[in-house]
């Protein structure tokens, strides 16, 4: 197993960035990769996007992990798209035993829609490198989503590596057991480790409430304050928008 560890830079320019400003400018790319009639916008932003990764210096293997269930994904609606359309057909597949065709229509309605997926998770992705999750949920906390969602998910957040750490202590003891010699001691012994899990977590959400309590907490978190806008990187989100703006137009 391996420990969970924060995927931001802090040091990079772009992580100083307001949060609130990066969290705007994203979530108006991606409605217009969203609403994209064609494929060359959402490419455009699926460069932008790779490119921002590669400023942020991430290496390669964290890329490839992240990228790699979406990749799947566009390879099976390609699949079910080329094959399933029906339309005109570009070529043919025979199997002896089964035979299909590849629809034009369907392949480039696959293509489509394979370009918004790549567009959208590179802009996610790139959101996620260069923006702190506290600091994600502050923004997000801004916009006016419900304080107790935030509250849950930073707390969650929080102890999401407590508890990776506690599953590294068991798993690690299990193995020097012997625990997962075996399929069905495995199974036995991936179930005790969930289990110490599931306890282990609602021990920690009382024990938490508890000290909270004591401690005065009513609710308001710290990071939902924020510093004053900076006109500098409101025109340069501005200006990157804007540009968008105009090759999505195109």
Known sequence: MKTIKPQNNRQHQLSSCDPRVKLVA???LLVMVISSAGIAFPLLVTAFGLGVCIWLQVPAKQLLMRFAEPLFLVMVVL???ALFSGGEPLASID???LQ???SRTGLLEGCRIAARICGAVTLVAALGFATPF???LAALAWLRLPRGFIEVTVFAWRYLFVLA???QVIHAAQKNRLGYVGVRRSFR????LAGALVIKAFDSSQTMTVAMTQRGYDGTLPLMKHRPFRPSELLTSLLIVTAMGIFWRL
């Open 100 to 102: 299909l065709s590849v």
């Open 95 to 97: 199997l002896h035993w």
């Open 79 to 81: 699949l079910l798209k």
């Open 26 to 28: 994203a979530l108006a």
């Open 134 to 136: 506290t600091e994600l």
């Open 165 to 167: 750490d506690d599953a």
């Open 189 to 192: 012994s991936l179930g005790t």
